[in-house]
C-alpha cells in the first residue's frame, strides 16, 4: 500500500474513532448528575419525554428518582426541581446561579426576535426591565390599580348574570381588560375585542411552537438550526407570529406614546415605561415587547385559574356551601365584598390559595431557569448552563405536604394569613402555601396583582351566584373532568359547562345597580 494511502486510511479510522467516542457521550448521564431515567446514545431521554400531558410524567419521575432528578436531551441536561427544600435552596438561596435562562431558538431567537421579557437571558437588561417591572407592581406600588379591579369584577358580575353560559369568556375579558387598563391605561369591554383574541391565540401559538419536537430538536441538537427553513416548517411559522405580534405589540405601545404626548392616558405601566426609556434609551421595540409580556402574564393566568375554580366548585360542592355560609355571616345581601373584607373572610382567603395549588397553571413552572456556573446539590453535580425546571404539580401533589391532595379543600389553608409573596420569602421552605408563581429572582412580578383580582373575583361570584352542573337526559349531573388539562405554557382544565344563577333577586339587582353607577 502506498504511503499516501496508508497515512489517509490511518487518519480516517483515527477520526472515526475520534467521533465516536465524542458523539457516544452525548446522551449519556454521567455518574456524578442526579438520578433519571436510563439514557440512549445520542438522544438521552428524548424518547421518554411525553407529548401530552407531561406533568404526570414528571411527577412520576420525581417519586421514582427523587426531589432532584436529571433528564438528559441530546446536548441539554434538564434538573426537575420537585420538593419545596431543594426549591428554597437553590432557586432562592442560590438565586445568583440559577436565574438564567437556556438559549431557545425556536421560542425566543425567532417566535420572540429575542425581546420576550419571559425568555429574556439573565443579564443588564433583563436586570433593567425587572427593576422596572418591580417598582409598578410591588405590593404598595399596585395598590393603585384596586379601583380597576373593582370595576372589571362589577362587568364579570354583570356578565355571569346576563350570559352565563359565556363564563370561560367573560373569566378571560375580566383578566385581559384588567391587564390592558394597568398596562395600557384603556380598558377591554367586549369578549370578541380583536385585541383581546389575538392575545389569546399568539400566547396560544407560542406555547404551541416552542414546546414543538421541531423547537425542541434545535435545542437539543443546535447544529439543527442551520438546516433549510423548508426542512423545518416550525421555523417558518415562528417567523410569521413573530411578525404578527411585534405588529400588535408595536402598535400599542407608540399608541400609549402618543396618548402620553397628547395628555389623555391614565396612570398605567407605559407612562413609567415611557419615561425610563428617556433615561435607558431601549428601543421602542424592546419596549412594545416588555409591556406585551406583561399582557400575556395578567391576560391568561387569572382567567384559567377562576376556570379551574369553577371546576373544582362543581366537584366539590360542599367548598361553596361553606364559603356562602362564611359570606352570608360577614357581608349579608346588601352589598358586595371588597377588599377591606379580606381578613374577615378567611375561608375566601383559603379558596384562592386552594385554588392556585390545585389546579396551577404552570405545571411545570413555565419556561426553565437555567444555571450560569457548575453547582454541587446532595452531592450531585448541576452542570452550567443545565435547564432548571421547577416541577410545580408534583410538589402540589406531595402527600408529604398536602393531605389527599387532589381534594379540594380550603381548610388545610385556614390559619395562614400570609399573601402569595410573604410564603415565599418565608425562610421556612414548609409554610409555603403555593409554587405556582415561581421562585427566586425570576418570581412572578404581578402575584400581588393577581391574588387581589382572584380574591375580588371568587368572593362576589360566590355572595351572587350557585354554580352547579348540568344535567343529562336521565338527570345525572355531567361533571367536568379535573384532571385533564389543556396544553402549552400556561393550562387550564378541559371545556366544561357549568349552571350559573343567582342566588337571590336582590343579589341580581345590587349587580345590575351596580353597573349602572359605572
Known amino acids: 500500500m502506498a504511503l499516501g494511502s496508508l497515512v489517509a486510511v490511518v487518519v480516517g479510522v483515527a477520526f472515526l474513532a475520534s467521533a465516536y467516542v465524542y458523539w457516544s457521550g452525548i446522551g449519556m448521564r454521567p455518574k456524578d448528575f442526579p438520578p433519571g431515567p436510563p439514557t440512549l446514545p445520542i438522544i438521552g431521554n428524548i424518547h421518554q419525554l411525553p407529548t401530552s400531558q407531561p406533568h404526570k410524567q414528571f411527577q412520576k419521575w420525581a417519586e421514582e428518582y427523587g426531589p432532584v432528578f436529571s433528564l438528559v436531551l441530546g446536548t441539554q441536561v ?25 438559549e431557545m431558538y425556536i421560542g425566543q431567537t425567532l417566535c420572540s426576535g429575542g425581546y420576550r421579557f419571559l425568555m429574556l437571558r439573565y443579564g443588564d437588561n433583563w436586570r433593567m426591565f425587572r427593576k422596572l417591572g418591580h417598582q409598578l407592581l410591588n405590593a404598595q406600588a399596585s395598590k393603585i390599580y384596586v379601583p380597576y379591579q373593582l370595576l ?10 346576563h350570559q352565563p353560559e359565556m363564563f370561560f369568556e367573560s373569566f378571560r375579558r375580566y383578566s385581559n381588560s384588567l391587564s390592558t387598563h394597568i398596562i395600557y391605561g384603556w380598558r377591554t369591554v367586549k369578549h370578541d375585542d380583536p385585541r383581546l383574541l389575538q392575545v389569546f391565540e399568539g400566547f396560544y401559538n407560542f406555547g404551541l411552537l416552542a414546546q414543538t419536537g421541531a423547537a425542541a430538536l434545535a435545542d437539543f441538537f443546535p447544529i439543527l438550526r442551520y438546516l433549510p427553513d423548508f426542512l423545518i416548517p416550525t421555523k417558518t411559522r415562528a417567523k410569521a407570529l413573530h411578525q404578527k405580534e411585534m405588529k400588535m405589540y408595536l402598535d400599542l405601545w407608540l399608541e400609549a406614546k402618543r396618548s402620553i404626548e397628547a395628555g389623555t392616558i391614565k396612570d398605567c405601566m407605559c407612562v413609567d415605561m415611557a419615561k425610563q426609556q428617556e433615561i435607558e434609551g431601549f428601543t421602542d421595540e424592546q419596549a412594545a415587547y416588555i409591556a406585551g409580556s406583561f399582557l400575556e402574564a395578567g391576560s391568561d393566568t387569572t382567567a384559567a385559574t377562576l376556570y379551574g375554580f369553577v371546576c373544582a366548585l362543581l366537584l366539590f360542592p360542599e367548598v361553596q356551601a361553606r364559603a356562602q355560609k362564611e359570606l352570608d355571616e ?17 375561608y375566601i382567603r383559603a379558596c384562592v390559595k386552594e385554588s392556585l395549588r390545585w389546579m396551577p397553571t404552570a405545571v411545570l413552572g413555565g419556561v426553565p431557569h437555567a444555571t450560569t456556573r457548575e453547582d454541587i446539590y446532595n452531592g450531585y453535580r448541576i452542570p452550567a448552563g443545565a435547564g432548571i425546571v421547577n416541577n410545580v404539580y408534583a410538589i402540589h401533589m406531595d402527600e408529604n405536604r398536602y393531605r389527599n391532595p387532589r381534594a379540594f379543600n380550603p381548610e388545610r389553608f385556614l390559619g395562614d394569613s400570609q399573601s402569595a409573596a410573604e410564603a415565599a420569602r418565608n425562610p421556612d421552605p414548609t409554610a409555603r402555601d403555593h409554587f405556582v408563581f ?6 412572578c412580578l404581578g402575584m400581588h396583582i393577581a391574588e387581589r383580582s382572584l380574591f375580588i373575583a371568587i368572593s362576589r361570584m360566590l355572595w351572587a351566584f350557585e354554580f352547579r352542573p348540568e344535567k343529562d337526559g336521565q338527570g345525572n349531573d355531567i361533571l367536568p373532568d379535573g384532571e385533564t388539562l389543556t396544553e402549552g405554557l400556561s393550562v387550564h382544565p378541559a371545556k366544561f359547562n357549568a349552571k350559573i344563577i343567582p342566588r337571590d333577586a336582590t343579589r341580581a339587582r345590587m349587580i345590575e345597580s351596580e353597573m349602572r353607577f359605572e
Open 330 to 346: 360577614v357581608i349579608g345581601s346588601s352589598r358586595l365584598p371588597t377588599l377591606d373584607d379580606e381578613f374577615s373572610l378567611p
Open 438 to 443: 415561581g421562585s427566586g429572582r425570576r418570581i
Open 78 to 102: 434538564l434538573i426537575v426541581v420537585s420538593n419545596d427544600v431543594a426549591i428554597k435552596e437553590l432557586f432562592d438561596k442560590r438565586s445568583a446561579i440559577y436565574s438564567d435562562r437556556l
Open 152 to 161: 372589571e369584577s362589577k362587568q364579570l358580575m354583570y356578565e355571569l348574570l
